[in-house]
């Protein structure tokens, strides 16, 4: 089964610091995705990756930026954390036009 | 751009109860249609889906019909059981570009008592 693993299930940051994100598959996808889940507001697309070192910004791209140096890494980065960005981060990865795998989640707060 | 609608929840029910989720969507062309389902504490996972008009996609029990006339592929289930309880998630996959951006809709919590 394809796997995809999220570093951190929890984490805890204060205002200004800087944020790492990890998000690691295992099956050699191309696309891969990270979304934000807030209650009442669904899944919000932060950015995307279809290849290594491509990314495109998603619907709320502001305050956040990725990496992707390798194929099955996709880094979120919060340059700043703020207190509006405490959420559940979701890690996502699909070949092509194909069903997406999900990671457990990262429920971030920022203090 | 594409957008999906689905009902607000939560969905309460029995166990036993027939249960129904709307979803309806808007987009060009002709995209591929999911459910989703998020139980507690993971991430989602693809709980069906279908890719051209009157398909229907079935898993679990689960079965949802893409009627293009309508542009809706709405939820079912005969009997729903405690374990059904989940958030239940509808999205479509378009091509825009060639990247295929997946669409997801709010979610509709379904809560199932014994």
């Known amino acids: 089964d394809v796997k995809v693993t999220q570093s951190s299930r929890y984490l805890v940051k204060r205002t200004g610091e800087k944020v790492f994100l990890e998000c690691v598959q295992d099956?050699?996808?191309?696309?891969m995705f990270w979304y934000r889940q807030d209650p009442g507001l669904g899944l919000r697309l932060i950015y995307f990756?279809?290849?290594?070192?491509?990314?495109e910004k998603g619907d709320i791209p502001e305050g956040y930026s990725v990496s992707r140096e390798k194929k099955e890494r996709f880094s979120l980065i919060l340059e700043s954390a703020s207190t509006n960005q405490t959420s559940m981060y979701l890690c996502?990865?699909?070949?092509?036009?194909?069903?997406?795998?999900f990671g457990s989640g990262t429920q971030l707060s920022v203090l | 751009g594409d957008s999906v609608t689905q009902m607000e929840g939560p969905v309460t029910l029995s166990e036993e109860a027939f249960l129904t989720i709307n979803c309806t969507y808007t987009a060009t062309g002709y995209p591929s249609l999911f459910w989703y389902v998020q139980y507690p504490g993971e991430g989602l996972q693809l709980l069906l889906k279908a890719t051209k008009a009157d398909d229907k996609g079935s898993n679990k029990g689960f079965e949802a019909t893409y009627r293009k006339e309508t542009t809706s592929f709405h939820l079912e289930k005969g009997s729903v059981q405690v374990s059904d309880s989940a958030v239940y998630f509808c999205?479509?996959?378009?091509?825009?570009?060639?990247?295929?951006?997946?669409?997801f809709g709010r979610g509709t919590s379904l809560i199932v008592h014994p």
């Open positions: 999205a479509l996959s378009h091509s825009s570009g060639g990247s295929y951006i997946p669409t």
């Open positions: 996502a990865s699909r070949q092509e036009n194909e069903k997406l795998f």
């Open positions: 099956m050699d996808h191309e696309n």
């Open positions: 990756s279809y290849d290594v070192k491509m990314k």
